[in-house]
Each structure stands twice: as structure tokens, then as C-alpha cells.
T-cell receptor, first 114, second 115 residues
Framework: AQSVSQHNHHVILSEAASLELGCNYSYGGTVNLFWYVQYPGQHLQLLLKYFSGDPLVKGIKGFEAEFIKSKFSFNLRKPSVQWSDTAEYFCAVNAGQAGTALIFGKGTTLSVSS | DTGVSQDPRHKITKRGQNVTFRCDPISEHNRLYWYRQTLGQGPEFLTYFQNEAQLEKSRLLSDRFSAERPKGSFSTLEIQRTEQGDSAMYLC?????????????FGEGSWLTVV
């Protein structure tokens, strides 16, 4: 069965600090990988996704993620965070060809102080 | 707004009562998913539909839960004989048939509190 592990439960940063959130998954086949963000009081929104091709994917709001197949990882990065990035971040995976439901990690709460 | 809409947004019910949530997906989307999310956890998959056919159900979906999508458009999720452990946010998402580039779009969720 697929599973997703997010290493950091709560991350606290100051504005302009760099961010890296870890995500590892367990699944031996082709996977699609996603990062979703949930701002306070809002619905889940897609930040970025990886299906194939360049393992370094760029998303909205300056976020990027790198797929490292050998490490089963899909870490999220941002060079300089802003107060408005305060939110909960979820890594998710689904089996590529089967295309079934997303399996989510438990999420990482990011708090950015100004 | 042409996104995924869910109703009601909040529901407080007494233990033992039945509740029903409705989800209206993005109109051209043929896939519809239900998830449950509790505090401090990521969304947990419950079930999904391809048009009107329910293709997969999680072991989390006990006999008290039933979902339908009768005409392949909106969907309902009913919980019978609610228990306090059912208190959670119930999320609906929709997508086109998965394949490259087909992301899921989420609604704002329906909060259930069982007292």
C-alpha cells in the first residue's frame, strides 16, 4: 500500500528564511506527486505536481520541489518565505497508471513571523 | 464560482442521528472523491466515483457510511447513527479522469461535530 511521510510537523521561520519540507513516499511503481497548501480558513490548493520529465518542478508563489526517485522523496523548497506563506502543507501521491485516489501525508504547519 | 461546492459547511448533530453531505463537482469532471480530515492529520481517502460508478471504497468507510452519485453529477455522503468519532471535516474533490496533468480540485469541506 502507498504511504506518505512528512518529517516535520511544525516549522517556524522568520521572513526571508529558506524553506525545505521533507516528503517521502512508499510505492514501487510509477507515481504522481503533489504538494497542496491549505491557508487558514481556505480549501486545499495545488502548489505543484510531478508526473514525469524534469524532476525539478516549479509551482506557484515561488515554490519548487525535487523528485529524487532513488530516495523516494519529493521535498518542497522556497528560497525566501513570506508571512503570507503561513499555512499547512500536504504532500500527496497516487499510483501513476492506475490513477486512483491521492494518499496524503499528515501535513506540516508552517508559521512565518514577520 | 465554478469550483467544487459542498453543503452544509458546518453541521452539529447529536450522537445517533443521521447526517447527509452534498458535493457539487466542477461540471465537466467525471471523477469525484470523498476524504475525511481530522485535526492534525492529512486528508484520508474514503471513496471515489467515476461518473455514477463507485469504484473504490476505503476500509475507513464503515457500514454506517454510504455515498452515491446517482446521475454522475453531484454526490451525497450519508453517515447513519453518528458517533463522536465521526467528528471531522469531510472533503470532496473532483477531477477529469486521471492522467498526466489531471489534478484534483477540492471543495472547502463540511465540518461535522457530533455531540
Amino acid at each position: 500500500a502507498q504511504s506518505v511521510s512528512q518529517h516535520n510537523h511544525h516549522v517556524i521561520l522568520s521572513e526571508a528564511a529558506s524553506l525545505e519540507l521533507g516528503c517521502n513516499y512508499s510505492y514501487g511503481g510509477t507515481v504522481n506527486l503533489f504538494w497542496y497548501v491549505q491557508y487558514p480558513g481556505q480549501h486545499l490548493q495545488l502548489l505543484l505536481k510531478y508526473f514525469s520529465g524534469d524532476p525539478l518542478v516549479k509551482g506557484i508563489k515561488g515554490f519548487e520541489a525535487e523528485f529524487i526517485k532513488s530516495k523516494f522523496s519529493f521535498n518542497l523548497r522556497k528560497p525566501s518565505v513570506q508571512w503570507s506563506d503561513t499555512a499547512e502543507y500536504f504532500c500527496a501521491v497516487n499510483a501513476g497508471q492506475a490513477g486512483t485516489a491521492l494518499i496524503f501525508g499528515k501535513g506540516t504547519t508552517l508559521s512565518v513571523s514577520s | 464560482d465554478t469550483g467544487v461546492s459542498q453543503d452544509p459547511r458546518h453541521k452539529i448533530t447529536k450522537r445517533g442521528q443521521n447526517v447527509t453531505f452534498r458535493c457539487d463537482p466542477i461540471s465537466e469532471h467525471n471523477r469525484l472523491y470523498w476524504y475525511r480530515q481530522t485535526l492534525g492529520q492529512g486528508p484520508e481517502f474514503l471513496t471515489y466515483f467515476q461518473n455514477e460508478a463507485q469504484l473504490e471504497k476505503s476500509r475507513l468507510l464503515s457500514d454506517r457510511f454510504s455515498a452515491e452519485r446517482p446521475k454522475g453529477s453531484f454526490s451525497t455522503l450519508e453517515i447513519q447513527r453518528t458517533e463522536q468519532g465521526d467528528s471531522a471535516m469531510y472533503l470532496c474533490a473532483s477531477s477529469l479522469t486521471p492522467g498526466t496533468g489531471k489534478q484534483a480540485y477540492f471543495g472547502e469541506g463540511s465540518w461535522l461535530t457530533v455531540v
